[in-house]
């Protein structure tokens, strides 16, 4: 996940300006539709995340990180939660304009927020049982307009998600 506290204040010191542009880009970022934060920074393996100031508050962060196989970006969906879940792996249902999609979240280790909650947040990887199936999550997304995860209680608003994929392959390590 994107260092929680370089993204808090990064994302401070552009959101007024990114509000009102569709993207807006400095050396370290790209923020599509104010909401939609895509590091350019190499150690963060592409990193794009949704990052609003109520979900931050909340300790609930959808990522989505990516790297280069074969010469194509491959994605991984990370969640984070100010607490843990039940168990892991354990089977999360994710709902994009009220359609359902299954995914294994497991438990990758925790990182602390210092800029919102000042706790740490627990972060899950999630399987969607194949190639095949997480394509279709991700075209669910972009063809979307709200995406609600079980046990996070703010939707993520999909305005600005197909920009904010197509950009994202710049900057998959």
Request: charged residues 15%.
């Amino acid at each position: 996940m994107i260092r929680l506290p370089v993204a808090a204040a990064l994302c401070a010191a552009i959101a007024a300006p990114a509000l009102a542009q569709s993207k807006i880009e400095n050396e370290q970022m790209v923020v599509y539709e104010g909401q939609w934060v895509q590091s350019k920074l190499p150690e963060q393996a592409g990193a794009l995340m949704f990052l609003t100031l109520p979900r931050g508050q909340a300790g609930e962060y959808f990522t989505i990180s990516c790297k280069r196989a074969g010469g194509a970006a491959d994605r991984t969906v990370k969640l984070g939660y100010p607490k843990p879940l039940p168990q892991s792996p354990m089977t999360l249902t994710l709902t994009v304009d009220g359609k359902p999609v299954q995914a294994t979240a497991s438990f990758t280790g925790k990182t602390r927020d210092d800029a919102y909650t000042q706790s740490d947040i627990h972060s899950y990887e999630l399987d969607f049982g194949g190639n095949a199936q997480e394509e279709a999550f991700f075209q669910a997304l972009s063809a979307g307009g709200q995406l609600n995860i079980a046990g996070q209680s703010i939707p993520v608003s999909l305005k600005g998600v197909t920009a904010a994929l197509n950009g994202q392959g710049a900057y998959c390590s």
